[in-house]
């Protein structure tokens, strides 16, 4: 081997370009060149419009996940929103529609009301105006408990009248509250009149119906009486003032065996809506008492008298 060869470097493995920053500086350069160029004269702008036709496939396929995804949020956004709008809108309809109701419900308690206040002065025994609670437990009954009792100087056997005639009568007393007994109850008697002939009976509940009746008894089948009849308190009891409104007649039969007329009668008063009524003193203590008899004296007999 030659000497001269020892001070040589080995030959490179693969055939070496430019050195790296030789490269740098040239496309650095190249770089600067280009972006002057297009920003003054637009030489790459055919360039440009080619290469994102060629990617606009590409970049539709890449971008259809990103498009889904949003549209399916916005999607389950909207229907939350459309949900929680819906059910803010019942909320708002149910609040209006009790709105409308309670206003229905207060106009027809402001007439009843005002009516009951025209007739207080037009009754000449004490009034005491009650609200109706609740209906009695008892089905077999018509009963209805009122807010007024004993500690409100409320009576057993006071009349109970609401703005349209007579409703009732109170049967027991509690310190708080008062039972009374409809006049369509089967045990419940009124004394009435006809208001157009002064024929007096006796008005019973009539609960064979099942319609809240009355019924006239124990009078003859040629008796004068006409459908649509007012009957009014007569008053001879001593419980009703004379002159309230009781009842229509609603229907006469005449049974060939029998020689008493069948009379039902329509109450006049709400006996199954009313929800403000009156309740009276009874009319017993201004009722003055029988005279009693006196024992007569024995008659003396006068000398010279024939027996």
């Known amino acids: 081997m030659p000497l001269g060869t020892l001070d040589r470097s080995p030959p490179p493995f693969f055939r070496q370009g430019p050195s790296a920053f030789s490269k740098l500086v040239f496309f650095g350069v190249l770089s600067i060149l280009l972006m002057v160029a297009d920003n003054r004269f637009g030489i790459i702008k055919p360039v440009r419009s080619v290469i994102a036709t060629v990617l606009y496939p590409l970049q539709w396929t890449m971008l259809q996940p990103v498009i889904w995804t949003r549209d399916g949020s916005k999607y ?90 007579v409703l009732g009568q109170v049967t027991r007393v509690y310190p708080l509250v008062s039972e009374v007994t409809l006049i369509t109850d089967r045990n419940q008697a009124i004394p009435v009149q006809n208001a157009r002939t002064g024929l007096r009976a006796l008005a019973f509940g009539d609960t064979s119906s099942g319609a809240g009746l009355l019924e006239l008894r124990f009078l003859d089948a040629n008796v004068d009486l006409q459908a649509g009849d007012l009957l009014t308190t ?26 008493f007329a069948r009379v039902r009668c329509e109450p006049v008063a709400a006996v199954t809506s009313g929800l403000h009524v009156l309740v009276l003193q009874p009319l017993a203590g201004n009722i003055l008492a029988r005279p009693e008899t006196t024992a007569s004296a024995p008659v003396t007999k006068e000398k010279g008298a024939k027996p």
């Open 76 to 165: 389950f956004e909207s229907l939350n929103t459309s949900q929680t709008n819906e059910a803010t809108a019942q909320y708002r309809l149910g609040l209006q529609s009790q709105r409308a109701q309670q206003v229905e419900q207060l106009t027809l308690e402001n007439a009843r009301l005002r009516a009951l206040l025209d007739l207080r002065p037009r009754v000449n025994a004490p009034a005491l105006a009650a609200q109706v609670l609740y209906d009695a437990a008892d089905p077999f009954t018509r009963k209805i408990i009122i807010d007024k009792g004993a500690l409100a100087a409320v009576r057993p056997g006071s009349p109970v009248l609401d703005e349209l005639g």
């Open 234 to 259: 007569s008053g001879i009891d001593g419980v009703y003032p004379p002159g309230l409104q009781v009842a229509h007649i609603s229907k006469i039969e005449h049974g060939a065996d029998s020689a």
